[in-house]
């Protein structure tokens, strides 16, 4: 039996295998938590996961300030790797790292390309408020 979990890496080998210079993704929910990693170990998933939950929040943040609508991709530059940052689905993100053989449009495109495909299966809905009690309860 084929699971989610199993689509999703086979969606993501077929897809980002082909950049040149692929290191690794994350997809992660809009909270920061780590849904599905591809050739990065456990902790380091989860400590990128983190991390860039806090970029696309900003990102989406300036862009509702702006008026600028959905973000649909963010790349940083370093000097020995690429960030690949994408939207999937409503309340998930796609982390694509590569080394810095990466092409930056053939990097950009297959991300996209990738979060687009994950999408149905990403679609995280953000977390509901708590209600509030009422005074006194």
Known sequence: MTT??????????????RIAGIEGAVLLSNDGIK????????????????A???????MK???????GGRV???LVEMD?????????GEGSTLIVVTSRK????ELGGE??????????WLATPERAQAPSSPSGA
């Open 80 to 88: 020995d790797r690429y960030l690949c940052i994408v939207g999937c």
């Open 35 to 50: 849904l599905s990693a591809y050739l990065l170990d456990r902790p380091q998933a989860e400590r990128v996961a983190a």
């Open 72 to 74: 649909i991709r963010q």
């Open 61 to 67: 943040a300036i862009s509702r300030e702006i008026d």
């Open 102 to 105: 990466a092409r930056l449009g």
């Open 4 to 17: 989610t979990n199993d689509m999703i890496y086979s969606v993501l080998d077929n897809n980002l295998s």
């Open 111 to 120: 991300a996209v390309r990738t979060a687009q495909a994950l999408g149905e």
């Open 52 to 58: 860039a939950s806090g970029i696309a929040s900003t």
